[in-house]
């Protein structure tokens, strides 16, 4: 199939309706239906305020996450307005992919 990696970047600290901003964005998607998705984090990252942010040792709040998703344009068009309607600030990335499943499932 023909469709969009999105790719939303955030930190550890930042939330949405008292959640993780990134178990937000699963929570959220899969109430849209949508199929999967996978939050990453990272141990450093520079932001666009040119601050780097990093996890720490006693301290995780800081440390940056990234949020992926494989989506139809149908599945992104609910998504963005959701967020829309969130009023949720994030940067993200959309990648224009080819995606699909191989092979059979496991016994």
Known sequence: M?????????????????LPLADWLIKAARDLGIAGGTVLAASEGLGHDRRLHSA???ELADQPVEVTFALSELEVSALFALLAQENVRLFYTKV???YGVIGTASR
């Open 96 to 98: 224009p992919v080819e």
């Open 56 to 58: 720490h040792f006693f």
């Open 2 to 18: 023909n469709g969009y990696q999105v790719t939303f970047f955030t930190q550890q600290d930042r939330r949405n309706h008292g």
